[in-house]
RNA sequence: CGGGGUGUAGCAUAGUGGUAGUGUGUUCGCUUUGGGAGCGAAUGGUCUGGGUUCGAUUCCCAGCACCCCGACCA
């Protein structure tokens, strides 16, 4: 649970509790005709998105609010695992790319975005970080008494897509979090590898898409046989993988063959092809990085090691877009509790002075709160609240109180309870 | 990058070689308060450039943008 927004630091990075009335985004009751996809459609309908040109969207408040949400569980499995937290640039330097060999265009699949400097030279926007890292780390490791060590970001990249689609799924400009592994030996690395298998699947776990996203084995590049990507199941995905239920183990339809099913004991008869998107992927780097960039230590005899590295990444725009095509019905999206932008939703009908009240009390015991104060038709405000998906609905009207106090309705249950005002706290924690 | 499609108001759409219509939104008035309620009024539009034509939003060409299929995708 997120009492972590008690923490005074986070407090200020989201919005805890917001009047309607001073939210200037709007719903909407049609989408774009140029949004095709599921995420696209109810995440703009909702004023969670706006599209400033195709695979770039900006996050209104309430999708800030959803992936603040999300950056935090992440950032509680990363710093359970030792990560620590830094920021690298954005605008990187021609000549460690070129270190790397993967400055070239050819070398990379045009994914590039490149910028002139004034005094003609020029600069990439970051696509991913290996490079920043294995660099600037030269600097700071010297021993072996200096490893392992997890660093990781959260920050906006940029990838040159030849064709960006699927709503917030496929951007070319997105948010993510990716964390590298620099350690003395493979054993080393080997161990945190599973470690952050499972950290990974805690995340898709906290954030309600546990059940249907399953470990998948893809190419692993010249340093191992595979590398493992976490593919959620959803026929908006853009992956095809094969898929033994039973055993919930997963191959990329990349790797699939013969060879490969029997190297991993599986039964060809029982794999059945998925598409999945990928939400996350965990890769052993090997010394692919740190030999061009000589990134060595000293060991306990003095003699001269090259650093195992390991990448780790998670897109969190993607996932929030993944998470609302798992979970939406035909009124809107449907929240998981963990990323929903606020906690309650709470609706005013014409009794502002009592929703006010149970405003104050429940933001003051530090719940989230989205409160409708508009004067809008109830039916409006209704719509507006399955549509945006928040998980506890509160509505406070003539009927409710009639009725003894407020109206608690869950998102993702059709029963309604009265309950008493002075319950209301009680029955939503 | 190959193939296909679409550009009309904030959004969704109709239609036409000669005055561009509807829904929704927005604004105002009245009414209404448990499922985007009602009545009335107002507001607001043909992607850009070129060509054909007396006249182009419509036809032709180019550009740009967006979408779809494929390819690509640590």
Redesign the pocket.
Same mark, same amino acid.
């Given at each position: 649970m997120h009492n972590i927004i008690f923490d005074p630091i986070f407090y200020l990075a989201y919005n805890i509790a917001m009047f309607q009335s001073k939210l200037f985004t709007?719903?909407?009751?049609?989408?774009?005709?140029? &949004?095709?996809?599921k995420n696209?459609q109810l995440l703009i309908?909702?004023g969670f998105i706006h599209? +400033? %040109?195709?695979?770039?969207y900006t996050m209104l408040p309430l999708g800030l609010n959803v992936i603040k949400k999300i950056e935090n569980i992440i950032r509680q499995e990363m710093n359970a695992v030792n990560g620590i937290e830094m920021r690298t640039t954005v605008l990187q330097n021609k000549d460690i790319w070129e270190a790397s060999n993967r400055w070239d265009d050819e070398s990379v699949?045009?994914?590039w975005f490149k910028v002139q400097l004034k005094n003609g030279g020029e600069l990439g926007l970051s696509?991913?970080n &290996?490079e920043a890292y294995a660099n600037m780390l030269k600097q700071y490791i010297n021993s072996y008494r200096d490893l392992p060590i997890y660093p990781y970001d959260f920050k906006n990249i940029f990838?040159n &897509?030849?064709?960006? @689609?699927?709503?917030i799924m496929?951007g070319r400009e997105f948010y993510w979090k990716?964390l590298y592994s620099f350690s003395r030996d493979e054993d080393e690395h080997n161990i945190f590898y599973e470690k952050m298998k499972t950290a990974y699947q805690n995340i898709f776990n906290a954030v309600g898409i546990g059940d249907t996203t399953y470990i998948t084995l893809?190419?692993?590049?010249?340093?191992s046989q595979y590398?493992h990507?976490f593919q959620s199941i959803t026929d908006a995905g853009?992956?095809t993988i094969y898929l033994d239920e039973s055993s919930g183990v997963a191959v990329n339809k +990349?790797i699939y063959n013969d060879e490969v099913i029997n190297q991993l004991g599986l039964d060809k008869g029982k794999l059945v092809e998925k598409r999945a998107i &990928?939400v996350g992927?965990i890769?052993s780097?090997g010394t692919?990085?740190s030999e061009p960039f000589n990134l060595t230590y000293k060991d306990e005899n003095g003699e001269e090691k090259l650093v195992i590295m390991g990448?780790y990444?998670i897109g969190l725009s993607r996932l929030m877009g993944t998470i609302v095509e798992l979970s939406s019905d035909e009124?809107?999206i449907i929240w998981p509790e963990s990323v929903a932008p606020f906690k309650v939703h709470l609706?005013s009908?014409?009794k502002n002075e009592e929703a006010r009240a149970l405003y104050d009390s429940l933001t003051a015991s530090g719940v989230e709160v989205l409160y409708d104060d508009r +004067?809008?038709?109830?039916?409006?405000?209704?719509?507006?609240?399955?549509?945006i998906g928040i998980p506890y609905?509160v509505? %406070?009207?003539? @009927?409710?109180?009639t009725?003894g106090g407020? +109206?608690i309705?869950r998102r993702n249950s059709l029963d309604?309870d009265?309950v008493s005002i002075g319950e209301v706290l009680g029955r939503i924690k």
């Open positions: 709007k719903t909407r009751k049609e989408a774009p005709k140029d &949004e095709v996809s696209a309908r909702g599209k +400033e %040109v195709a695979g770039v699949a045009d994914i696509f991913t &290996e990838r &897509e030849i064709r960006s @689609k699927s709503g496929r990716a893809a190419s692993g590049g010249s340093f590398s990507e853009e992956d +990349e &990928e992927n890769f780097l692919r990085f990448s990444g009124r809107g609706l009908f014409g +004067e809008v038709n109830p039916g409006e405000k209704l719509a507006d609240s399955d549509l609905r509505v %406070v009207s003539e @009927k409710s109180i009725a407020v +109206e309705k309604s009265i």
